[in-house]
């Protein structure tokens, strides 16, 4: 387990300008090491009461996937955010490839949560980002409750398969192409009905920039540690899961994973796939919501 000591120039907090798009807090930027960064956004509960939502993203996401949809909802109750960008995301910066596999990870969002200090934390991962949640959590930051979406799986054949066929179809089309093949298997039909007129399209592939942050973190994707402690998990945990994710998804790994977890519950949401924050941003807000309710 990553060690939860803070690296070397954890304190200097580099200040951003005022974020207009979500109208709250302000972009700040943690120098972890010389050229190795996280952009953050830290928006503080409105009450003693009151949580912070620290959410981890997806490999392939950054945090305007939350801004764009659950965050509202859960200022409008009071509470707080803790928002942030991974190495090789955009704005946050690395120096060396391994800082974007599973360990640094965890370590750099220990280094982030042990400055900004939440108030509250409700830990909120989607997809392998609840992996990063977990590990934090275990790693001795502690959440008051946790959140996943779409994460739970085990580690074999199948699931080294499909990460190694992520990467491998980033470098031979880059993000379109990538979406173009997982997409009908990752997103509920009304999502795709939507978006296919702008899918589909050759023209738009192009191998990816093996050098960059984004393929990296996919390329590493493929490294991370899935056996988890799951019985050690031992707060609060909603379990949000997609039912129309036709690649992660698999309900007797779920349920095995569920059981593990003492105070572990389930909202399954029938009509959203594995980006349930962009089909079901709704259903989100209020998981989260009621979530926070139990924790208090």
Known sequence: MPSSRAPDGIGRILRHGY??????????????????TLLYQHVPPEHANGATFVFFN???????????????????????TLLYNMRGQEGSDFTAPSALAHPAIVAD??????????????????SIG????????????????????????????????INAAVARA????????????????????????????TALNPENYVPADQSSGAFGLLS??????????????AV?????????????????????????????KRVDVADAGHMVPLERADAVSDALLQLAREAR
Do not use: C
């Open 109 to 126: 969002a220990v280094a982030l949560l042990t400055t900004v200090k939440p108030v509250n934390p409700i830990y909120v991962g989607l």
């Open 220 to 233: 590493q994707g493929a490294s991370a540690d899935w056996n988890v402690p799951w019985h050690d998990v």
């Open 130 to 161: 609840g992996l990063f949640a977990i590990g934090a959590h275990l790693a001795g930051v502690p959440a008051v409750a946790i959140a996943t979406i779409n994460t739970l799986r085990k580690p074999g054949i199948r699931l080294d398969w």
């Open 236 to 264: 609060p945990v909603t379990v949000i899961t997609g039912l129309q994710d036709r690649v992660f998804y698999v309900e007797p790994d779920v349920a095995d994973i569920v059981a593990q977890m003492s105070l572990a």
């Open 58 to 80: 997806a490999l392939s996401g950054s945090l305007a996937m939350w801004t764009d949809t659950v965050t509202q909802a859960l200022y409008a109750a009071g509470h707080g």
């Open 170 to 197: 980033a470098a031979q089309g880059g993000s379109a192409l990538l979406m173009d093949l997982y997409a009908p298997m990752l997103f509920a039909e009304p999502w795709l009905a939507q978006n296919i007129k």
């Open 19 to 36: 974020d207009a798009q979500e109208g709250r807090g302000e972009m700040s930027t943690l120098e972890l090491s010389p050229g190795n």
